[in-house]
């Protein structure tokens, strides 16, 4: 079975300053999907960012890109110049199946606080 | 993006009554729906997948009598918490994908429901 392990339960950062959340998972699988997310205190999941297990390039949105080490099972969030509204649950996760029906396999989630 | 919309956002019942879940798809069709259920600070859980038509897909644990889920068209699945007692109190979040958006993409979510029992 599948695991996805954050293993930050909380972390902080400077405003304007860079901050790395780890994410390690297992799988046997070759194909998939990782995933973090973002949950504000409004609880509202907002996707971040998004990384096909194929290509060996890691994404990046703006402020957010990964380090994705797909033989180490690794797949850790940087975000830079951090904001206020940057305070939030951040979890990552894994898509096990396809399409549609590919279920998302959540890790414990990592709790960053934004300091002004 | 695409939007998923939860109803309601929170809800009080007492215990031993029942307290349906709303999810709906508003700007396109999902034929596969997931509810999840989250304690305060902890993560995601799945509890099933939703298939319009037909049954839905429960993990492990779940008891299917008392999450009761259906999936009558295209936009709207609900999830039916029966006989509702105080360890049922928890934060319900619902998600899908939109088939336009081809495969592998990201869910969308919505903005979950509270549920006190009380």
């Known amino acids: 079975a599948q695991t996805v392990t954050q293993s930050q339960p909380e972390m902080s950062v400077q405003e304007a300053e860079t901050v790395t959340l780890s994410c390690t998972y297992d799988?046997?699988?070759?194909?998939?999907?990782l995933f973090w997310y973002k949950q504000p205190p409004s609880r509202q999941m907002i996707l971040v960012i998004r990384?096909?297990?194929?290509?060996?390039q890691n994404a990046t949105e703006n402020r957010f890109s990964v380090n994705f080490q797909k033989a180490a099972k690794s797949f850790s969030l940087k975000i830079s110049d951090s904001q206020l509204g940057d305070t939030a649950m951040y979890f990552c996760?894994?898509?096990?199946?396809?399409?549609?029906?590919?279920?998302?396999?959540f890790g414990q989630g990592t709790t960053l606080q934004v300091k002004p | 993006g695409a939007v998923v919309s939860q109803h309601p956002s929170r809800v009080i019942c007492k215990s031993g009554t029942s307290v349906k879940i709303e999810c709906r798809s508003l700007d396109f069709q999902a034929t596969t729906m997931f509810w999840y259920r989250q304690f305060p600070k902890q993560s995601l859980m799945l509890m099933a997948t939703s298939n319009e038509g037909s049954k839905a897909t429960y993990e492990q644990g779940v008891e299917k009598d008392k999450f009761l889920i259906n999936h009558a068209s295209l936009t709207l699945s609900t999830l039916t918490v029966t006989s509702a007692h105080p360890e049922d109190s928890s934060f319900y979040i619902c998600s899908a994908r939109d088939p336009q958006r081809g495969l592998n993409t990201e869910a969308f979510f919505g903005q979950g429901t509270r549920l006190t029992v009380v």
């Open positions: 799988t046997s699988e070759n194909n998939y999907y």
């Open positions: 990384q096909e297990a194929y290509k060996q």
């Open positions: 996760a894994f898509m096990k199946g396809s399409g549609n029906t590919g279920k998302l396999i």
